[in-house]
């Protein structure tokens, strides 16, 4: 089971979904006097169950969840995992005034107000929680497929990698595990031939893959992760993400990240790959994945 909480607008109707798309029976918003009801024993099925709980449900008070998650991780017939979903104020509020929704705590008041509220009051829950997923840069289906890496069942579990290429100007990503920076390689940008180009294309990736430290600095990366790979799946990690930035996000850092996703797949891994700032410019959705919740 797993309870899916943190603040509103930081996508928790997204992970529902997500969660429900891959075999969950997903009930939100559920009173938690109900809570014991739906799990007493013998009540349930062969699906695992994902419950969304927040500031509207009924009966809803921090120490009365925190409580609660207590009492659910104590019996031996449930797996119980709390996932809580944060996110930063300013992209709060830019998704509280693009859907012209109140917010939950603050009806009368300013959003922000309401935003503030919930930070405090929801932080014995952060703390108290297995997984913490910052949407603040994520895009629905970049928290869709995070939520599949997670939260996989048990048919579909092992450790899942996700590659992703970014523009440090943009931000490092804060879902990330580990990072590499392939800046000193260099750079497409000022070939101006190549500069329309990706890390997909055959003359891009010929000319870095010809600097003489990129075979020194990707053989680096896999010796590294050789070892490490066996050891997270003896420990049970079900996600890994694994990223690689440049200055734009468009040339080095998506030709490194589709070799490691490539060299990956031959070792018999799962893997998902991302390019998440490879058109220059555009806008990110990232208002969308609070717009239901």
């Known amino acids: 089971m797993v309870l899916v909480t943190g603040l509103s607008g930081a996508g928790r109707n997204t992970a529902l979904n997500a969660l429900e798309d891959h075999g969950y029976v997903a009930v939100d918003n559920l009173p938690l006097f109900l809570v014991d009801d ?36 104590a019996r031996a017939d449930l797996d119980v995992r709390l996932l809580y979903l944060d996110c930063d104020n300013d992209v709060l509020l830019r998704r509280f005034t693009e859907t012209r929704r109140a917010h939950p705590l603050a009806r009368d008041r300013p959003v922000l107000d309401g935003i503030i509220d919930e930070r405090r009051l929801l932080q014995p829950l952060r703390d108290h929680a297995d997984v913490t997923i910052d949407t603040s840069q994520l ?44 800046r000193f390689l260099r750079n497409p ?37 050789e070892p490490l790979l066996p050891r997270f799946d003896t420990e049970g990690k079900s996600y890994l993400t694994v990223a690689v930035g440049c200055t734009g996000g468009r040339h080095r850092s998506v030709l490194v990240a589709e070799e490691l996703a490539d060299w990956l797949r031959r070792r018999g891994r799962v893997v998902t790959l ?17 717009r239901t919740g």
């Open 38 to 73: 739906l799990l007493r024993p013998g009540t349930g099925d062969a699906h695992p169950l994902a419950l969304g709980i927040d500031v509207r449900s009924g009966g809803f008070t921090t120490p009365a969840v925190v409580d609660h998650v207590r009492d659910l991780r």
């Open 139 to 182: 895009a629905p289906q970049e928290l869709k497929a995070l939520m599949l890496g997670h939260f996989a069942r048990r048919a579909e579990a092992g450790l899942r990698i996700a590659v992703m290429s970014f523009s440090f100007r943009r931000g490092l990503p804060r879902e990330s595990d580990l990072v590499f920076d392939a």
């Open 189 to 225: 940008h000022y070939v101006e031939a190549l500069r329309p180009y990706t890390g997909r294309d055959g003359g891009v990736a010929r000319y870095v893959k010809a600097d003489k430290d990129f075979k020194g600095f990707f053989r680096g990366i896999t010796s590294l992760l």
């Open 274 to 290: 991302t390019h998440r700032d490879l058109e220059a410019g555009a806008a990110r959705p990232v208002a969308g994945i609070g």
